[in-house]
């Protein structure tokens, strides 16, 4: 059964750094591309980038491109999702996604919130 | 970067009656590379349709996926309580972003 376990809920202060993970089991982790999307509170989805496991090709959208950084370690098929420097508009859930079009199976959600 | 807009922004109908959702495309997406998602309030979304018409695994055939080029429809034949929700439409055609739309709720 295909899986993706995401990191639980983090609580940080604006200025922060953070790396949420994504662990993928069920499957060939490094023959599938792995993305995120962001849902901030109340809204819609959005695209964030992806990357290829098998040689860390990573695709980002220019609405993140720099604000995000998306790495895998094939060696313990996980996933991460990080930033430098959090602010209040960071506050959303984020999804990890398996697929490079459309995603068939999604991680159960890791809640961001920054807050002063 | 595609842009989508889905509309009507909320459809309120009863169950037992269809649903037709809309998605526009800002350009083609090409070769209908168009999928719709459900979700459910404190849920993630769940894959409905891929490839614009094609059914992902388990889900009902009430729920159809027409359309080409740059305008889409989801259309649930006849509504079951489980489907109030919000639905998106994504375009994964051209190169990355791989875009959503904005969400159309459907609520009693």
């Known amino acids: 059964e295909v899986q993706l376990v995401q990191s639980g809920a983090e609580v940080k202060k604006p200025g922060e750094s953070l790396k949420i993970s994504c662990k993928g089991s069920g499957y060939s982790f490094t023959t599938y591309w792995i993305g995120w999307v962001r849902q901030m509170p109340g809204k819609g989805l959005e695209w964030m980038g992806i990357i290829y496991p098998g040689d860390s090709d990573t695709k980002y959208s220019p609405s993140f491109q720099g604000q995000v950084t998306i790495s895998a370690d094939k060696s313990i098929s996980t996933a991460y999702l990080q930033w430098s420097s959090l602010k209040a508009s960071d506050t959303a859930m984020y999804y990890c996604?398996?697929?490079?079009?459309?995603?068939?199976?999604w991680g159960q959600g890791t809640l961001v919130t920054v807050s002063s | 970067e595609i842009v989508l807009t889905q509309s009507p922004g909320t459809l309120s109908l009863s169950p037992g009656e269809r649903a037709t959702l809309s998605c526009r495309a800002s350009?083609?997406?090409?070769?209908?590379?168009l999928a719709w998602y459900q979700q459910k309030p404190g849920q993630a979304p769940r894959l409905l349709m891929y490839g614009a018409s094609s059914r992902a695994t388990g889900i009902p055939d009430r729920f159809s996926g027409s359309g080409s080029g740059t305008d889409f429809t989801l259309t649930i034949s006849r509504l079951e309580p489980e489907d109030f929700a919000v639905y998106y439409c994504?375009?994964?055609?051209?190169?990355?972003?791989?875009?959503f739309g904005q969400g159309t709720k459907l609520e009693l």
């Open positions: 996604v398996r697929g490079i079009g459309y995603f068939n199976y």
């Open positions: 994504q375009q994964y055609g051209s190169s990355p972003p791989y875009t």
């Open positions: 350009q083609s997406v090409g070769s209908s590379y």
